[in-house]
């Protein structure tokens, strides 16, 4: 009788011991008889009470110290631990919820293949915290093309097969931002193909002191990684050319994005608007040689030119001569979207969002009643 899969789940914890035993616990109790787990907690430097913690629970966990280094310096060192068929990483202020890893072993096991799986988010802001709490709005399917425009589900939605994580490498720790982003942009980049485990629950708690808090030291990561989108589209990865067109959108979208909100840096934002003409030019090039394409990839094409149609009517005096040319292409391409107002333009475009999302709500959130604080 062969073993159950193991899933090395790495858990990289700083100054977290509060939180470190209910992740720990939510990952010990997706045991079952056809799976087993492994949970590698690499303590990056605590100066809390995290060696005492970890002390309680060592006949359950793996635990690593090592000097502070940063969240990227953990992981790969669990990385390196790691003995698993399969691995998840989890920040130690978050949890899974159950039945999480039956849910990507299942699709896994249907989808032989496939090289990733993805699961559903619930963002649950604790007490004190700004937000309101929201399901991720994770899309269904085209990962690949997404994730040119941003980072498409937060890395505890994640299972990889072993094989894909060594193939991947280890995190880039010259990031100190959106360091998951790119390694999934890494991943694609290499032809990785996920699948969706749409009951798969996980719960991503915000609080102050979490590393999203800090949304303009995001914007400089994400900034910095449009260089890396532009050369995965340049690659030969999507060799369909409405994929390819789709794909150069989505980048479009999110750079004309981040040249609105980088109000603190006109340079960063020029930028932005320079790359984002590149991808316009690109989507436009691949306009005269594609064909149409599947119906949800022209959806995923009017959606993303939808969204820079809207962002250009909002800064029409901050683009410059040749971003405005560039929103030009796209109006002549689509030009009801430019003709409608605001409103509408808006129904349009949640609409198509609609379309491309996972629907629904997983059974398992209706057992989630809010997590230590």
Not at 4 to 13: A, D, E, F, G, R
Not at 163 to 176: D, I, M, Y
Request: net charge negative; aromatic share 8%; glycine share 6%.
């Amino acid at each position: 009788m062969s073993s159950p899969p193991l899933v090395s789940v790495i858990v990289p914890t700083h100054n977290y011991a509060r939180f470190l035993p209910e992740a720990v616990h939510s990952v010990l109790r997706q045991r079952a008889g056809n799976i087993d787990v492994e949970v590698i907690v690499v303590d990056d430097g605590s100066t809390d009470n995290t060696q005492d913690v970890a002390r309680e629970m060592k006949r359950d966990i793996v635990y690593i110290r090592q000097e502070k280094s940063g969240v990227s310096t953990a992981r790969n060192t669990g990385i390196q631990k790691a003995r698993g068929d399969y691995v998840v990483f989890l920040d130690a202020d978050d949890v899974l919820m159950e039945g999480v890893l039956s849910a990507h072993l299942a699709m896994f096991a249907e989808h032989p293949h496939l090289d990733m799986s993805l699961c559903r988010c619930f963002d649950y802001h604790v007490p004190g915290s700004s937000g309101g709490n929201r399901l991720w709005p994770l899309v269904r399917g085209h990962w690949n093309i997404h994730i040119c425009c941003y980072n498409i589900a937060p890395i505890h939605c994640f299972m990889l097969r072993e094989k894909t994580v060594r193939q991947a490498g280890l995190f880039n720790t010259s990031l100190t931002g959106c360091e998951d982003y790119e390694y999934w942009l890494r991943c694609f980049s290499t032809g990785c193909r996920a699948g969706l485990a749409a009951e798969g629950l996980a719960i991503y708690r915000r609080h102050q002191t979490s590393a999203s808090a800090n949304r303009q030291h995001m914007l400089l990561h994400e900034v910095s990684l449009r260089n890396h989108v532009a050369g995965m589209l340049e690659s030969s990865r999507l060799t369909d050319p409405p994929e390819k067109l789709a794909g150069w959108l989505a980048l479009a979208s999110g750079c004309i994005n981040l040249a609105n909100h980088l109000t603190y840096s006109r340079a960063l934002a020029l930028k932005m608007q320079d790359m984002f003409v590149r991808a316009v030019q690109e989507s436009e090039r691949l306009q005269g040689i594609s064909k149409d394409g599947d119906a949800e990839l022209r959806c995923i094409q009017r959606y993303y030119s939808a969204r820079v149609i809207k962002v250009a009517k909002l800064i029409p005096d901050d683009l410059t001569a040749a971003a405005t040319e560039a929103v030009k292409l796209l109006v002549n391409r689509y030009p009801y979207f430019a003709e409608s107002s605001a409103e509408d333009l808006d129904n349009q475009i949640f609409a198509l969002s609609l379309h491309l999302r996972v629907t629904g709500i997983p059974d398992i959130l209706q057992q989630f009643d809010g997590l230590d604080s």
